[in-house]
């Protein structure tokens, strides 16, 4: 895109030139010392809690952790599958529960397809409810109530996957463009019959990408969600930390890594194909 400049008079007598006053310029100083004075109130409160003695021997520290996670105990990836299995169960079965009622949602929270302004805001509390709790919160609060076990890890990732899904397609709802809803509304269409011809032809190539994308996001959180007894490899690599067992851990780490890398390049060719 090629950049204009103002090379003329006429340009120049064009633009408009804004003398700050005293009291905007007071004003523009006194924010930035607000800012620098909350920064460094905020490090000082850092510091003070900060043990420093532990900082400085951090380096050490991490080496000798590093020399004890190598090399790793590949014969216990053996033990692993089952439960890498499990992980890939619960994110993708989390997912999918997670699209089944954001999908319905999104279409209340959209204001060009919500029925009525309060059931629009319900809808906005529930996606923000869910988008506000982390994946891991929500795993810690349904093993309470579950009890341990993979049920739960997947009810964690599917309430998590409402408000991320929720939002992104409620958004792409509202941003549709309005000619082909003008038009299937003219001939006499009900509201669901423009639903399906004019709004879901427009919102579906998004709506498929978002769900991939959190699919991939899920595939990572729910690595994690064992350590709260949630299910999956996090619960082996619980245990494998007590157990200060370090060989462990990083055959672990190295099969969490894998996954994620063919989850991220499984994601990127569906996205590719619907988009």
Not at 2 to 10: A, D, I, Q, R, V
Not at 190 to 207: E, G, H, I, N, W
Not at 229 to 240: C, D, E, R, T
Not at 253 to 269: G, H, Q, R, W
Request: glycine share 6%.
């Amino acid at each position: 895109m090629p950049l204009h400049f103002l090379s003329t008079e006429k340009d120049l007598s064009q633009a408009q030139w804004k003398l700050r006053t005293t009291r905007q310029q007071w004003l523009i100083w006194l924010g930035w010392l607000a800012g620098l004075s909350l920064f460094l109130l905020c490090w000082k409160v850092i510091s003070d809690n900060t043990m420093w003695v532990f900082v400085q021997d951090a380096p050490k520290q991490g080496a000798d952790l590093i020399s004890r996670m190598l090399p790793p105990d590949w014969a216990y990836s053996n033990r692993l599958w089952k439960a890498l299995w499990d992980t890939i169960n619960i994110a993708t079965l989390g997912t999918i529960l997670g699209i089944i009622m954001a999908f319905p949602c999104a279409f209340l929270a959209a204001r060009n397809t919500t029925p009525h302004p309060i059931i629009r805001s319900f809808a906005l509390m529930i996606i923000v409810s869910s988008r506000s709790i982390n994946s891991l919160i929500w795993a810690m609060l349904l093993v309470t109530i579950l009890g341990p076990g993979i049920l739960a890890g997947i009810l964690a990732i599917a309430l998590r996957s409402i408000g991320f899904v929720g939002k992104l397609l409620y958004e792409a709802i509202e941003e549709i463009h309005p000619t082909p809803v003008e038009a299937i509304t003219a001939t006499g269409a009900s509201r669901m019959q423009v639903m399906s011809y004019a709004v879901l032809p427009q919102v579906m190539p998004a709506f498929a990408g978002i769900s991939i994308y959190r699919w991939d996001i899920n595939i990572r959180e729910s690595t994690v969600l064992g350590l709260v007894g949630a299910g999956g490899i996090g619960l082996q690599l619980n245990a494998a930390i007590n157990s200060l067992a370090w060989d462990r851990v990083s055959i672990i780490f190295i099969l969490i890594f894998a996954t994620v890398l063919v989850s991220e390049y499984i994601s990127a060719k569906v996205r590719k194909a619907f988009i």
